[in-house]
């Protein structure tokens, strides 16, 4: 099982500042990652795909980059609605992990 | 619109059984693969299971041992959990979603709003 780690477990971030919330595989999972936002109460929402590609209607503050085992997920300028945890997830070869959740929390 | 709604959840005693359902509307339910999450009290996301579109690729987290049984039923655009000899740490919010791409496993594009199922006795 490919097991997936985040970095840091909290972050602490001014509204307007850049966010970067990084995440590694246990091994290559190529570019077969993807983040995910939730919001206490609600169900996950799917931001980034492929690494890299943005899911329909998310703002383009969100980014996605990496391949291999090492990615980031970068919020450009944090906006008041971005507060909320964040989870990476692979699904390489038939399987499917999550990492353990990054919180984004108001500095 | 694409819609997810589970149902099925509720309070079973620890060593008993429990089905879970997903009724899906807004795409072409035999399209795409489906899979099963949970979320425990206050923790994060833990993928349960998936199935492909046919059924023909089916897959569950290690955790499971062989306890939890997943089926679909293209005919009535349904997703099914059967939960088996139930323990207290399966407590948590299952929720159903959608995978991205059509007859693949991927990320998970689409969610439903979560049924809880506690264990306890």
């Known amino acids: 099982e490919i097991v997936m780690t985040q970095s840091p477990a909290t972050l602490s971030v001014s509204p307007g500042e850049r966010a970067i919330v990084s995440c590694r595989a246990s091994q290559s999972v190529s570019n077969n990652l993807a983040w995910y936002q939730q919001k206490p109460g609600q169900a996950p929402r799917l931001l980034i795909y492929?690494?890299?590609t943005r899911a329909t209607g998310i703002p383009v503050r969100f980014s996605g980059s990496g391949s291999g085992t090492d990615f980031t997920l970068t919020i450009s300028s944090l906006q008041s609605e971005d507060f909320a945890v964040y989870y990476c997830?692979?699904?390489?070869?038939?399987?499917?992990?999550f990492g353990p959740g990054t919180k984004v929390d108001i500095k | 619109e694409v819609q997810l709604v589970e149902s099925g959840g509720g309070l079973v005693q620890p060593g008993r059984s429990l089905g879970l359902s997903c009724v899906a509307s807004g795409f072409t339910f035999d399209d795409y693969a489906l899979h099963w999450v949970r979320q425990a009290p206050g923790k994060g996301l833990e993928w349960v299971s998936g199935?492909?579109?046919?059924?023909?690729?089916?897959g569950y987290a290690d955790s499971l041992k062989g306890r939890f049984i997943i089926s679909r039923d293209n005919t009535k655009s349904s997703l099914y959990l059967q939960m088996n000899r139930l323990r207290p740490e399966d407590t948590a919010l299952y929720y159903c979603a959608r995978g991205g791409a059509a007859g693949t496993w991927d990320y998970l594009a689409y969610w439903g709003q979560g049924i809880l199922v506690t264990v306890s006795s």
């Open positions: 997830q692979q699904y390489d070869n038939g399987g499917i992990t």
């Open positions: 199935i492909d579109w046919n059924s023909g690729s089916i």
């Open positions: 492929g690494a890299s």
